[in-house]
């Protein structure tokens, strides 16, 4: 009898260490890496519908780009961009972040503006044939740089003729929210995706700790100048060492234009992280912030407390709301000062 007792303890107890051993066994992640809208994005997700939700999240990836992409012959921007000052019918994402590029440019007073694109183009930053304009130029073809005079209603877009748009201060931010809806659609409660450095979590890590995010020092991008800790939010940084040539004078220009003289943007900064709920809201203000430089970033930013930012001025000091301030890990040990809101 006691051979029969031993036997079965033995039993409970091996099916209590297995159950042990199950239930604290992390969750295995699956990860995705896609080449898509110019730049690698991974994704990294946890839980039973992680496989179907990163198919699902791909998918849409391919569609967006499709649809959104400036350089693609059959897109809604390449249609919209040929058409003369006709109107344009587009697809519903097409026509929410033209509209949503529209209040931008009112609410950040005009340092987001889609409607920059030629300025961009003769900067050579969409062929990579660089050049500096000259002044004559560049004023003729800010004449018609104006996001105000976008319309949209519905699904029909109208730009004036002889202006073109481009999204891509908005896109990967946008494509980051649509990706955290699949994740939520198909029960994800646990990712992380990096869109070309826009990085957007779902949830907190499978161990319920907060996701650790390195933002890069803008003066040696291969290394990491501080760390935010963040679960359910996206960072989103625009700076200027992440596509720029040097011209002939030795001096960097890259390719976030200040609307207001259609030169790259110059008034302080050289980077802006912004971290809030939104991909689309983050990735608008990274770069409406990083336009519009260090004094009136700061005065956005304690008029506008739904997001918190890092900013990073010429002279190598960290900016950053107060919001953060636990969350922050200043691992590069740069001078930091908290950006007043009262
Ligand atoms: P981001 O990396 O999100 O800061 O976006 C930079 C991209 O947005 C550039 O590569 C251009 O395609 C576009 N862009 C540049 N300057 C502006 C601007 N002032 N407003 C809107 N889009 C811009
Ligand atoms: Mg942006």
């Not at 290394?223 to 700076?239: E, F, H, L, P």
């Not at 200040?258 to 030169?263: F, K, M, V």
């Amino acid at each position: 009898m006691n051979r029969y007792i031993t036997a079965a303890l033995s039993a409970a107890l091996l099916t209590a260490l297995t159950s042990c051993a199950a239930d604290t066994a992390p969750p295995t992640a699956s990860e995705r890496d896609v080449f898509a809208m110019d730049t690698f994005m991974t994704m990294k997700a946890y839980g039973d519908g992680a496989d179907k939700a990163l198919e699902a999240a791909e998918a849409r990836i391919h569609e967006l780009e499709d649809e959104l992409s400036v350089t693609k012959s059959g897109s809604d921007l390449a249609r919209i961009n040929s058409s003369g000052g006709e109107a344009v019918a587009v697809s519903d994402d097409a026509a929410e972040l033209i509209k949503a590029g529209v209040s931008y440019f009112d609410e950040t007073s005009g340092a987001l503006d889609i409607s920059v694109y030629p300025v961009l183009a003769e900067w050579g930053f969409t062929t990579g044939e660089y050049r500096i304009p000259d002044e004559g130029t560049i004023s003729r073809l800010l004449a018609k740089v104006n996001a105000g005079a976008v319309t949209v209603e519905g699904s029909s877009v109208r730009i004036p003729e002889g202006s073109m748009i481009d999204l891509g201060a908005l896109a990967k931010g946008y494509t980051g929210d649509e990706i955290m809806a699949i994740f939520r659609e198909n029960g994800v409660k646990s990712a992380m995706v990096s869109l070309g450095g826009n990085v957007q979590a779902l949830g907190s890590k499978p161990d319920g700790s907060d996701w650790r995010v390195g933002i890069k020092d803008p003066f040696t991008p291969d290394t990491n100048m501080c760390v935010v800790s963040i679960s359910d939010r996206a960072v989103v940084t625009s700076g200027n060492y992440e596509r720029y040539f040097t011209g002939d004078d030795g001096k960097n220009y890259w390719h976030i234009i200040d609307p207001a003289d259609g030169h790259p943007a110059d008034n302080g900064l050289v980077s802006v992280t912004v971290i809030g709920e939104s991909g689309l809201r983050c990735d608008a203000l990274s770069t409406a912030l990083f336009v519009m430089g260090t004094d009136r970033a700061q005065t956005y930013l304690r008029d506008h407390t739904d997001v918190d930012a890092v900013l990073v001025t010429e002279d190598g000091t960290l900016l950053y709301t107060g919001g953060i301030s636990g969350k922050l890990d200043n691992t590069g040990g740069r001078t930091a000062e908290v950006i007043a809101r009262d």
